[in-house]
């Protein structure tokens, strides 16, 4: 089973809760023709600047806006990978299209995002089954599994006595209640919103940024425990942060798993469907270096200079920034946008196969023959508590495979450093590694790439604190 599908059966316990709404799917909603001012030759060029999941959605909306109110737009995509997708990538083990993909990133989504699920079905594309219904879990402290969990109507008794019966049910309420603002931004009346803090305050979620998700949780009487142990360990998988650190608004969005899915192949289709769908021109294996604001003051267009090949030389009216703006080595000339730093968890991620069908228990402490979980999430209650750190975020059972006459078990390993095979044999058990990939994405420097085995680190989240204030989505005119 998917972690996200282990997670929602342990919230299952006690509650019956359905996280659902009655609100509208995702509205045929453009961008305001309005605000797109055509340059002389009557025509609107924009430049997006990221072929991932902003701007290649991005790219589609623009189009929407051009069919619907008879604009005449020319789009140009930049993208400095040589894919669609960003994130959303996919490897082969081994190399071996047979053995089927595995996603690299952004490797879930849940039906509470609309978009995406709308896209699945005007694309043509086909869901998979990612749950196969095994429970095997368990959460470790760094020093011990301070719980497990295999589906058995004992763990579900263990989980009661440990958690209270009524910590599930409360936490399902939270997180029920954050969807059903968050799903109000699909709404067509609240769609346009000028700024963060108007998102914020048309759909109720201003709060949930300004408070940490342990203040959040505890705060609505959920058991202190379990908000250390279960609810961290979530975050700690999905944005590699605890309840003490980040914000409620992630930390309920962390707890949001139920029907979780991925389209079969990879997500990246559904991106790469949007781009297409645009009929935008893309430019891949091009990294933008500058950004020059150009023209009169009240009506500014923009210039751009690559570092890897020729970009056009007429100015575009509109830029959309679909990228970190720290991460991506762009500098900017006569304009006097200012972009706050962001920081980012720098997550390292491997993928290993091995012949072993799971950890080894003396790894955690367990007797010889015993069988650990599968899937282990981690908590830092140990730590605060005065013991040791988890060395490790989590650990993801994926699926088998048989390769080369023999059964390989596929895992997913997150971790704020680099893992070595001797570490990773440790986990496993000496002799039992098959293929190894580790991902990196450094700042300006992208890659994802299978032969760069020694490369894992992963520019993967920004760290996200609670927050009252954000910076303009518009940080200049036309940008």
Same mark, same amino acid.
């Given at each position: ?229 279960? #609810?961290?360990? &979530? ?9 003490? %650190?980040? +914000?409620?608004? =992630?930390?309920? @969005? !962390? ?74 080595? #762009?500098?900017? &000339? ?9 920081? %980012?968890? +720098?997550?390292? =991620?491997?993928? @290993? !196969? ?126």
């Amino acid at each position: 089973m998917h972690v996200s599908g282990l997670l929602t059966w342990l919230l299952s316990v006690g509650s019956a809760v359905a996280l659902d709404s009655q609100l509208v799917l995702a509205p045929n909603d453009v961008p305001n023709p309005k605000t797109m001012t055509p340059n002389s030759s009557n025509t609107i060029r924009v430049a997006i600047i990221g072929a991932g999941a902003g701007g290649s959605s991005a790219a589609f909306w623009i189009k929407k806006a051009q069919e619907r109110h008879g604009l005449n737009i020319t789009v140009d995509i930049f993208e400095k990978l040589s894919h669609i997708g960003g994130r959303a990538a996919i490897v082969h083990p081994y190399n071996d299209h047979s053995l089927g993909p595995q996603e690299l990133g952004a490797d879930v989504f849940v039906p509470d995002n609309k978009n995406l699920f709308r896209a699945v079905k005007e694309f043509n594309l086909t869901l998979a089954n990612i749950n196969d219904g095994e429970v095997d879990m368990g959460i470790w402290n760094g020093e011990k599994f301070v719980i497990t969990f295999n589906g058995s109507l004992l763990d579900k008794v263990k989980s009661v006595l440990r958690y209270g019966y009524f910590a599930q049910v409360k936490t399902t309420a939270i997180v029920k209640r954050m969807v059903e603002h968050l799903l109000l931004a699909y709404i067509p009346a609240l769609s346009h919103w000028p700024s963060m803090p108007t998102l914020g305050a048309r759909t109720g979620l201003s709060g949930y940024t300004g408070e940490t998700a342990y203040s959040l949780y505890k705060s609505q009487g959920v058991n202190v425990r379990f908000i250390r142990e279960v #609810i961290e360990s &979530a975050t700690r998988m999905t944005y590699a942060q605890d309840t003490t %650190y980040l +914000h409620s608004l =992630v930390g309920a @969005v !962390s707890m949001d798993t139920g029907e979780a899915t991925q389209v079969e192949g990879g997500n990246y289709q559904i991106f790469e469907a949007f781009v297409k769908y645009s009929g935008a021109t893309l430019h891949l294996n091009t990294s933008i270096a500058g950004l020059r604001r150009v023209g009169s003051k009240g009506r500014p267009r923009w210039l751009l200079s690559s570092t890897t090949k020729n970009v056009s030389y007429t100015p575009y009216d509109h830029i959309v920034l679909a990228t970190p703006f720290h991460l991506s080595g #762009i500098s900017l &000339a006569d304009s006097l946008a200012n972009f706050p730093v962001i920081d %980012y968890i +720098h997550l390292h =991620v491997t993928y @290993v !196969s091995t012949t072993s069908p799971r950890p080894a228990p003396e790894r955690f402490g367990l007797k010889p023959g015993s069988n650990p979980p599968k899937t282990i999430l981690t908590t830092a209650e140990g730590l605060r508590n005065g013991g040791v750190a988890p060395d490790f975020q989590s650990i993801s059972y994926i699926r088998s495979f048989e390769y080369d006459g023999r059964t390989e078990y596929l895992y997913s390993l997150f971790s704020l450093d680099r893992k070595s095979d001797e570490w990773l044999e440790s986990l496993f058990g000496k002799g039992t590694l098959g293929w190894v990939y580790r991902k990196e994405v450094r700042s300006v420097s992208l890659c994802i790439d299978a032969s760069l085995n020694d490369l894992s680190q992963w520019d993967a989240y920004p760290r996200l604190p609670p927050r009252k204030e954000f910076p303009p989505i518009k940080a200049d005119d036309g940008l």
